[in-house]
C-alpha cells in the first residue's frame, strides 16, 4: 500500500523558514518524481513544485509564485523529500500535501498545516 | 490564480446523472489530457481518473470526456458517498506549471 507522511508544519512568524518532509512507502521511492501541492484555507488546491528522480536528473521545477523562496529536495535513501519555505508570507498559510507525479498526480499524502501569523 | 474554471456547485439526487465541467485553453487541456480529484473534507485529494482511464478503486459510474479546451467529468449514477468537491488539472505549457480547476463542490440532496 502506497503511503505518504508529510511532517513539519507548524506556526511561525512572517519571514521565517519552515521545513516539510514527505516520507514515502510502498512503491520504489527513487524512481518517483514528487510534487508538492498546497491547498489555503478555504482555497482550492496549487501546484507549487516537484522534484524528478535521480534517474532523470534530480532537479526540480518551481511555478513562478514561489519561485526563489521554496526549494524541493530528496534522500532516496530515506525515502523521503522535502520542501523548504524561506521568507514566509502570510498568503503562504495552507495545507501542503505531497504527492507522486506521473503525467498527474497519482498518490497523496494526508497534508501538514502551516501556519504564518505573527 | 486557477487557470481553469469550474461550476461552484453541483447537486443532485442519488441516483440521478451529474456533470462537471473544467474550462482551459490551448495551452493547458488543450494540449494535454486532464486529471480529475476528489476532495472529502479537505483531506488528501484521491486521484479519480486521468485522462480516460479510471483509477483503481473507482467505482466505474464516473468517466470523462474532453473536447477542445474543455474537460468534463460525469457521474452517472450520484450516490451519497460522491459528496465531495471535485478538481480538474492538467499541465500548462505557457506557465510550465501544472495548473488545477477552480473546484466543484458536489452535494447530493
Known amino acids: 500500500e502506497v503511503q505518504l507522511v508529510e511532517s513539519g508544519g507548524g506556526l511561525v512568524k512572517p519571514g521565517g523558514s519552515l521545513r516539510l518532509a514527505c516520507e514515502g512507502s510502498g512503491f520504489a521511492f527513487s524512481d518517483a518524481w514528487m510534487s508538492w501541492v498546497r491547498q489555503a484555507p478555504g482555497k482550492g488546491l496549487e501546484w507549487i513544485g516537484r522534484i524528478k528522480s535521480g534517474s532523470n536528473g534530480g532537479t526540480a521545477d518551481y511555478p513562478a509564485p514561489v519561485r526563489g523562496r521554496f526549494s524541493i529536495s530528496r534522500d532516496d535513501s530515506e525515502r523521503t523529500v522535502y520542501l523548504q519555505m524561506n521568507s514566509l508570507k502570510t498568503e503562504d498559510t495552507a495545507i501542503y500535501f505531497c504527492?507522486?507525479?506521473?503525467?498527474?498526480?497519482?498518490?497523496w499524502g494526508q497534508g501538514a498545516l502551516v501556519t504564518v501569523s505573527s | 490564480q486557477s487557470a481553469l474554471t469550474q461550476e461552484a456547485s453541483v447537486s443532485g439526487t442519488v441516483g440521478q446523472k451529474v456533470t462537471l465541467s473544467c474550462i482551459g485553453n490551448?495551452?493547458?487541456?488543450?494540449?494535454?489530457?486532464v486529471a480529475w480529484y476528489q476532495q472529502i473534507s479537505h483531506g488528501g485529494p484521491k486521484t479519480v481518473m486521468f485522462?480516460?482511464s479510471l483509477m483503481s478503486g473507482i467505482p466505474d459510474r464516473f468517466y470523462g470526456s474532453k473536447s477542445g479546451t474543455t474537460a468534463s467529468l460525469t457521474i452517472s449514477t450520484l450516490q451519497p458517498e460522491d459528496e465531495a468537491d471535485y478538481y480538474c488539472s492538467s499541465w500548462d505549457n505557457s506557465l510550465n506549471a501544472y495548473v488545477f480547476g477552480t473546484g466543484t463542490k458536489v452535494t447530493v440532496l
Open positions: 490551448s495551452a493547458n487541456i488543450g494540449s494535454y489530457a
Open positions: 485522462g480516460d
Open positions: 504527492a507522486t507525479e506521473h503525467y498527474y498526480f497519482d498518490y
